[in-house]
């Protein structure tokens, strides 16, 4: 699933497929641009600090978010600067139409010592997962090879489950969750994750394709779809906890940007904006209502392990 999706991200457009929340309504990426502004401050608004995007897709969050910054917290404009972490080297050119400027990185590890803060929106769903289903017999990990399923012995999961289980296990976002809380613990700073999945970790086949907008064969032609699984809250907190970092939530998506001041935002570009109301409204409703996508996908925050409750996380 790994060199499929690095394949499938650097050879197409993926939003022909999906859409995100930053490509629903700007007011996405405004509002975490004030929460980066918020958190900056709490931070004790460091002369220069890194304003991180892992997995930014065409650059709209980031581009939203700076706009807002601009305008409403100027000081922290002046102190961030943006590095991407893209793989795709098709991506990097949209996002470099939208944010001139940018560092590109690979990975965690390029980026420059010092204070960051980090968004990822829809970022560790697309890493990839392993699959254990429970037989009779005990675990077995079920895989692709040779373009069928296999399945092979395995010592499962790590938990038990009853016979005819599936548990899906992504060592990839674990470690890479864990790289983030030991920089953020190391060098002061906060990030913000946001995605689809659980809170606590639970059961079920979630390995799903989109092709062309439609859902898919995830086997079939590999690399010509989005491959996602719903992401582990409960095992990225705690890679993230015992690699030093405090963790914050999850909240889910409805409730965090409601607290940011999503429905106020949102009037107030319903009054500078006469006759686009409804369609606001919509998009404003997409992200937050609970059958939507307002309780599907999670918010969670990791920090440096002595920071404050941070925006949205207060309850
Ligand atoms: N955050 C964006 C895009 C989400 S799609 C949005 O909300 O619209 C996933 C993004 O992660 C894409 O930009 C993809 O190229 C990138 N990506 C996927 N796997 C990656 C990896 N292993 N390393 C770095 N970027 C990756």
């Given at each position: 699933m790994a060199r499929a999706n690095t394949a499938y991200y650097a050879s197409r457009d993926p939003f022909r497929d999906f859409t995100t929340s930053p490509e629903i309504a700007q007011v996405f990426g405004e509002l975490l641009g004030a929460w980066a502004a918020v958190v900056w401050q709490l931070m004790g608004a460091p002369a220069q600090v890194a304003l991180v995007e892992a997995g930014p897709g065409r650059g709209t969050l980031m581009q939203d978010a700076l706009r807002c910054v601009g305008r409403v917290a100027p000081g922290f404009a002046a102190a961030a600067k943006v590095h991407f972490i893209e793989t795709s080297q098709r991506l990097r050119a949209e996002q470099g139409k939208r944010v001139p400027g940018a560092a590109w990185h690979d990975g965690l590890e390029s980026l420059p010592e010092g204070p960051c803060i980090l968004l990822a929106n829809e970022?560790?769903?697309a890493l990839p997962i392993r699959q254990f289903v429970r037989g009779a017999g005990g675990w077995v990990e079920r895989f692709v090879q040779d373009g069928a399923f296999v399945e092979v012995a395995s010592g499962g999961p790590g938990r038990e489950a009853p016979v005819g289980s599936v548990m899906e296990v992504s060592d990839v976002a674990r470690a890479w969750a864990g790289g983030l809380a030991r920089r953020l613990a190391a060098h002061g700073g906060a990030a913000l994750i946001l995605d689809y999945g659980t809170a606590e970790r639970s059961c079920g086949d979630s390995f799903q394709a989109l092709r062309g907008g439609k859902p898919a064969d995830?086997?079939?032609?590999?690399?010509s779809a989005d491959l996602t699984a719903h992401v582990d809250f409960a095992a990225v907190a705690c890679a993230a906890r015992a690699a030093g970092a405090a963790v914050w939530g999850p909240v889910t998506q409805g409730a965090f940007l409601g607290s940011l001041g999503l429905w106020e935002r949102t009037a107030a570009l319903e009054a500078a904006n006469p006759g686009r109301e409804g369609e606001l409204r919509a998009a404003a409703m997409r992200l937050a209502a609970p059958e939507r996508m307002g309780r599907l996908f999670k918010v969670m925050c990791m920090s440096h392990p002595g920071f404050p409750a941070p925006p949205g996380f207060e309850a």
């Open positions: 970022f560790l769903d995830p086997l079939l032609d590999p690399g």
